[in-house]
């Protein structure tokens, strides 16, 4: 099942996710159709929240279906490491038509849960590392545009709200 993406402006995009504790059938699905609505979009990552359910989920896969290894789940992640600096535009599928340069750590480490509920390690570099990063902010109510300066976020919202009066958004 695809759904449809949750945009800026709805409240569970900022709201902190909660932990998931059943590992069952139903979470095998979600993640599933979380995959399926990823693709739809033409996305490299989602979480949860951006389909309207607020839970600590998010999957990735940065190279758009080439390589079937590099399909990610995470669960209830946590970045357990991070160090240098890189920047590179970023887009969101919640903010759609938007990109910015965001400086963000060039390599990480998180540490999540998989679909069965084992807990693994896994480290990630350049646009990995972004992604682990961008999406672990989703669960945790967090925003790319809140990596910006004050000054471009104000510019965006602008523009995002008279796209919102104009019933584009
Ligand atoms: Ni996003």
Not at 2 to 14: F, M, Q
Not at 140 to 166: C, P, Q, T, V
Request: aromatic letters at 6%; a positive charge; one cysteine or more.
């Amino acid at each position: 099942m695809i759904y449809p993406i949750v945009k800026y402006g709805d409240s569970v995009l900022e709201t902190p996710a909660t932990p998931v504790r059943e590992f069952d059938p139903k979470l095998h699905k979600l993640v599933e159709d979380m995959f399926e609505s990823m693709y739809a979009a033409h996305g490299v990552g989602l979480a949860a929240p951006q389909i309207g359910i607020s839970k600590r989920i998010a999957v990735i896969d940065v190279t758009f279906k080439e390589d079937p290894q590099a399909k990610l789940v995470l669960i209830n992640p946590e970045i357990i490491h991070s160090e240098g600096r890189q920047s590179q535009n970023e887009g969101c599928l919640s903010i759609p038509e938007f990109r910015e340069s965001v400086t963000r750590a060039r390599k990480v480490t998180v540490r999540a849960q998989d679909i069965d509920g084992n807990w693994f390690e896994r480290s990630g570099e350049d646009l990995l590392a972004r992604a682990l990063l961008h999406e672990t902010d989703h669960l945790n109510g967090k925003l790319y545009i809140s990596h910006l300066s004050a000054l471009k976020r104000d510019l965006m919202k602008r523009k995002i709200r008279k796209l919102m009066k104009a019933g584009q958004w």
